[in-house]
């Protein structure tokens, strides 16, 4: 099993406040990795100080083993790290075909087009309203053009930070199937999750996020059995 | 009524040359919310050195050939113009990225005053006006109205085609190519824009240059339909071209070149009526529309729907 990204002691400020302190954590290739963890644990930070889009205080990120933690944004995503973040911080006033072309901004081959129509056969809706503002669709329907316009770019590291977050169970669970297929055609996946659950149920690895902190590690498997995080993340009673 | 129909004709020209300077103001606004205040010492700079390339450069007697100087000298101008802005937003302005809005205005100033002297380096009498060759096809159309008539010499005409044609490319080009959608990227969410993996920097830098080379076009058309240039241009124009992109609501490619041409407009229009003060008072004109319009449509013209930040 090859490690395809390593975080080690990474800590993280914005100014005094230090938002993530000493995080270690391995996401090997072809799995799924999910981070979770209470509101202002850290989790946000940590995927867009991996994105380049922070700069880390101490520590270091490896990506298939070279240091990409001093890399602006785009290159990193140029090297195949791709972030669906927090939010969906869709492009509103663009429509849904362009968003997914920004999203292939960084590719210079000619099966973009394919690869779109690839995004509208998985999430049909997009593709009868691809001439549509994106700011015009549901949060749901957001969330899959957010998704769609993260995989344009081929990614082989794909980071989602809460994409079940204001969807309805059924939406939710339309999202975790994809992640899981996504996975299954040989992308591997970060996820931030508060839904610990759902998040659990389908992470090969697991880490609990506290305070800025890893606790735990485990099987996603592990720790939905974990007593610490049932009380903590599931809200049952500790036995 | 010929006269006022020439100074119609005017009118648009004068808004042709504001229109292309406007287009500057109104792009890099529109992707960094940045109100280049230099920019207007661009085309000042641009017209110098398309004289420049004209006096030093070609060789005299290909110098009167229009269809060899005319090119050259845009091409030349519009050269000088993008290093002077790629120069400007690496050294000035880049610097200043995130920095509160009134360092890079006050950088600004400083930039205009700086190209000033440089300009009077190589030509140390620009003060005063200097002569500007006419690198273009001689004569025009003669139109008859009632019993007055008016020329309309071929080089204005060729310079609201010529405005009115690049602005129309722009637009299309932001609107349609990768470039473009980058550019509105960056204006909408510059982070998320480098999450699609766009350098904003160089998106940036590309956005002064096209700028620039508008502005260059713009100063070899001014010199030659004026005759003369001198290192006030700049500072003259680009306020005039400031307030067209500002009517038309400022980040929108169409509006710069509506309120340019209303300000052309307005500018001669007023110069001809004695009751509003003629030439003495047409600037007055202009701003007295732009009160009003700040005062009733603070977005101006196109300022919600369609900008660059669409
Ligand atoms: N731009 C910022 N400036 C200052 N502090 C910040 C900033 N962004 C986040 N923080 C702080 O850093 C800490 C971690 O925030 P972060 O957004 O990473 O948490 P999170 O785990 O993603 O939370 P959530 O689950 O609510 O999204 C919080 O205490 C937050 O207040
Ligand atoms: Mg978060």
């Known amino acids: 099993m090859s490690e395809l990204l390593e975080v080690r002691g990474l800590s993280v400020a914005y100014g005094a406040i230090e938002a993530v302190r000493d995080v270690s954590f391995t996401v090997h290739a072809g799995q799924i990795v999910s981070l979770i963890g209470s509101n202002g644990a850290g989790k946000t930070t940590i995927l867009r100080t991996i994105s380049g889009l922070l700069r880390p205080k101490a520590g270091e990120i490896l990506f298939q083993g070279t240091p990409i933690h001093a890399l602006p944004a785009h290159t990193v995503l140029g090297m195949g790290i791709a972030q669906c973040p927090e939010g969906r911080r869709l492009f509103a006033r663009m429509t849904v075909e362009e968003n997914l072309q920004l999203g292939a901004y960084v590719r210079r081959d000619d099966g973009i087009q394919a690869d779109i129509d690839k995004v509208y056969d998985l999430f049909p809706v997009l593709g009868e309203r691809r001439h549509n503002k994106a700011g015009l669709f549901s949060g749901g329907e957001q969330q899959m053009l957010a998704i769609g316009r993260a995989l344009m770019c081929k990614p082989r590291l794909l980071m989602l930070d809460e994409p079940s977050m204001g969807l309805s169970p059924i939406m939710t669970q339309r999202i975790f199937d994809t992640v899981a297929e996504l996975r299954d055609l040989g992308t591997t996946v970060l996820l931030v999750e508060q839904n ?31 007593s610490r995080v049932r009380a903590a993340y599931l809200g049952e009673e500790v036995a | 009524m010929a006269a006022y129909l020439e100074q119609l004709v005017n009118g648009l020209v004068l808004g042709s040359i504001i229109g292309l300077i406007a287009l500057g103001y109104t792009m890099v606004y529109g992707v960094i919310q940045l109100i280049n205040f230099a920019h207007g010492e661009v085309f000042m700079v641009g017209a110098y050195a398309s004289l420049a390339c004209y006096l030093w450069i070609l060789p005299p007697d290909l110098a009167g050939t229009w269809y060899i100087a005319l090119p050259a000298m845009i091409l030349f101008g519009s050269l000088v113009a993008a290093l002077l802005a790629i120069a400007m937003e690496r050294f000035a302005y880049r610097p200043l990225r995130g920095a509160p809005r009134l360092a890079p205005l006050i950088t600004a100033l400083g930039v205009s005053v700086f190209l000033q002297e440089v300009v009077r380096l190589f030509f140390p009498d620009a003060k005063q006006a200097k002569p500007y060759p006419t690198p273009f096809i001689e004569g025009g159309i003669t139109v008859h109205l009632g019993d007055g008539q008016f020329t ?11 405005a ?4 129309a490319l722009l637009q299309l080009y932001i609107s349609r190519s990768r470039m473009g959608r980058a550019m509105r990227a960056i204006a909408n969410d510059p982070d998320t824009a480098r999450l699609m993996g766009i350098n904003p920097d160089r998106i940036i830098v590309w956005t002064f240059v096209i700028g620039a080379v508008l502005a260059g076009v713009a100063g070899v058309f001014y010199g030659g339909y004026q005759n003369t240039i001198n290192t006030d241009m700049g500072f003259q124009n680009g306020i005039f071209a400031f307030t067209a992109a500002v009517l038309g609501g400022i980040g929108s490619i169409r509006g710069a070149v509506v309120g340019a041409m209303i300000i052309g407009v307005v500018k001669t229009i007023a110069g001809q009526l004695p009751f509003l003060g003629g030439t003495q008072y047409d600037y007055v004109w202009i701003f007295v529309v732009l009160i009003f319009m700040l005062v009733f449509r603070p977005q101006g013209f196109f300022g919600e729907t369609e900008r660059v930040r669409a």
């Open chain 2, 164 to 167: 009115i044609g690049l602005a």
């Open chain 2, 152 to 162: 309309i010499a071929y080089i204005r005409i060729l310079l609201v085609v010529v």
């Open chain 1, 196 to 226: 610990a659950l759902a998040a659990l149920a389908l992470s090969d690895q697991a880490y609990v996020i506290d305070l800025g902190r890893t606790t735990l590690h485990g099987t996603g498997h592990e720790l939905l059995a974990d």
